[in-house]
C-alpha cells in the first residue's frame, strides 16, 4: 500500500473495490442528505455570547460543530482517488468568501486546518484572521488563490492543457503543495453559509478533482411551527442543512448518525466549548 503526501491509503474490502470500480467518479455516487435542525438552544446561547462581548457567528457554530463529528467519525474525513480509498492525514475545513458584498467582489478560497485542542473559540479566531489577511490591502495570496490568478489569465490554448496536466498529477497525488494548499478541492469538507445571504441550503454537486468527499449548505434560520412531545404546537427556530457526500466512503448509517451528532451539538451548544477531542456523549 502507498501513502499520499496528504493522506494514507486505506485497505477495502473485496465488495468496495468492486463498487469503486463499478462507478470510479464522484458525481456517480453523490448522495444527499436534506433536514432541518432545531437550533433554537443555539440562538439563546449565540444572544448570551454576544452580550459577553463574544463575535461568534452562526457559521463559526456549524464549524466547530462539523469539525468535532469530523474528528470522531473519521470516515468522513476520507476520499476516491485513483479507484484507492485515502484518509486525509488532517482535517481540514474550507469555504469561498467574499471580498466584500458586492456582485462585482472577488471570491477566494480560505482553509482551516483544525486539530484536537480546537473549540469554537479557537476556530473563530483561524477564521477571523484568515479573513484579515485576505481583505487586507496588502495581503499577498498563496497557494492556489495565487496560482489561479495566473492560470486563469492564459489563452486557451496554453491553459487548457495545463489543467488537463494539473488533474492527472492531482489523481496520482503528485500536486506540488503550492496548487493544493488554501485549495478547497484539496479538504474534508466544503462548507458553504447560505444563510448570509438569506437563502436556503441547496444541492451542490461534488467535483472528481481533488480529495474533498463532501460539501455542506447551512441555510438562512427561521421560525416554524412543530408539535412538541406533548402535542402542542410551538414556535421554534429551524435551519434547513444539506449535505453532498461520495457513497463509497461510509455507508448510509453511518452517514444518518453523523448528521444526527451536528444536530445533536448544535441542540446542546455548550458542547461547542470543548476541544473537539472530547467524546460526544
Known sequence: MRDRRDARRVEVSALMQCCIDLKPTRKENEVYIDR????????????????????????????AAIAKVIYHRPKLNRFISNRHMYEHKEILLS???????????EEMMLVIPVNGDDNMDTIAAKIAKKVENLRSAKADKEGANSAVDVLGKLPNLIRVPIFAVIKLLGKYGLLPASLTSNNIYFTSMIISNL???????????????????SLTSIGEIGDEIIVNEKGKQEVRKVCEFGV????????????????????QILQDPSLLNDPLSKPIE
Open 244 to 263: 453532498t457526500l461520495d457513497e463509497r466512503i461510509a455507508d448510509g448509517f453511518y452517514f444518518a448518525k453523523s448528521v444526527g451528532m451536528i444536530e
Open 95 to 105: 469555504f469561498v468568501a467574499k471580498m466584500t458584498l458586492d456582485d462585482k467582489a
Open 195 to 213: 444563510g448570509s445571504i438569506r437563502c436556503g441550503a441547496i444541492y451542490h454537486n461534488l467535483a472528481d478533482f481533488g480529495t474533498c468527499s
Open 36 to 63: 432541518k435542525i432545531d437550533v433554537t438552544e443555539l440562538v439563546k446561547y449565540m444572544e448570551d455570547c454576544r452580550k459577553d462581548g463574544k463575535k461568534y457567528t452562526y457559521f463559526h457554530a456549524f464549524m
